[in-house]
T-cell receptor
């Protein structure tokens, strides 16, 4: 079957670093996506990993280990505006369909 | 640059009424197009996807249907809405390594 797991909620402090983990089990793999979704808004694209390793983009980094079925999103220098849901999604096959996890709700506190 | 439009932004419809949601994409050709639904506090559920004009694949059997009459137009329809159809409907397009979402339509069925 296809399964993507993320923690439901996390809390972190402004200015700190937080790591949001994602594990997946899919029949195929064509890449892993991370999205940010603020309450009441559409998800916005953050990152895409298809090879093992770390991809850095400003304050956000995303890591992938295909052999372990594992990814994480690292957010540095947290700001209040980073409070949002973070969605992990896997492209699991030839039809380019994304399978989404249920998301991690991150609360950044002062 | 590519832009994706959805309308209307919000919609309140009575049970049993018909539905038509439209999505159009600009700045790209022959994109993969997707319809997702997000129920309150839940993850993203893929409803339909299309790889070309007239080509529709359904992921979840239900009272919804989709059509793609033009390359950059994707329509979600229903003949009779159910209470359970309430949710946030998101259109997305995919090109190679990135997938982007439209602003969404919030549907409330009363």
């Amino acid at each position: 079957g296809q399964n993507i797991d993320q923690p439901t909620e996390m809390t972190a402090t402004e200015g700190a670093i937080v790591q949001i983990n994602c594990t997946y089990q899919t029949s195929g793999f064509n890449g892993l996506f991370w999205y940010q979704q603020h309450a009441g808004e559409a998800p916005t694209f953050l990152s895409y990993n298809v090879l093992d390793g770390l991809e850095e983009k400003g304050r956000f980094s995303s890591f992938l280990s295909r052999s372990k079925g594992y990814s994480y999103l690292l957010l540095k220098e947290l700001q209040m505006k980073d409070s949002a849901s973070y969605l992990c999604a896997v492209d699991g096959g030839a039809t380019n369909k994304l399978i989404f996890g249920t998301g991690t709700l991150l609360a950044v506190q002062p | 640059s590519q832009t994706i439009h959805q309308w209307p932004a919000t919609l309140v419809q009575p049970v049993g009424s018909p539905l038509s949601l439209e999505c159009t994409v600009e700045g790209t050709s022959n994109p993969n197009l997707y319809w997702y639904r997000q129920a309150a506090g839940r993850g993203l559920q893929l409803l339909f996807y299309s790889v070309g004009i007239g080509q529709i694949s359904s992921e979840v059997p239900q009272n919804l249907s989709a059509s793609r009459p033009q390359d950059r137009q994707f329509i979600l329809s229903s003949k009779k809405l159910l209470l359970s159809d309430s949710g946030f409907y998101l259109c997305a397009w995919r090109e190679t390594y990135e997938q982007y979402f439209g602003p969404g339509t919030r549907l409330t069925v009363t």
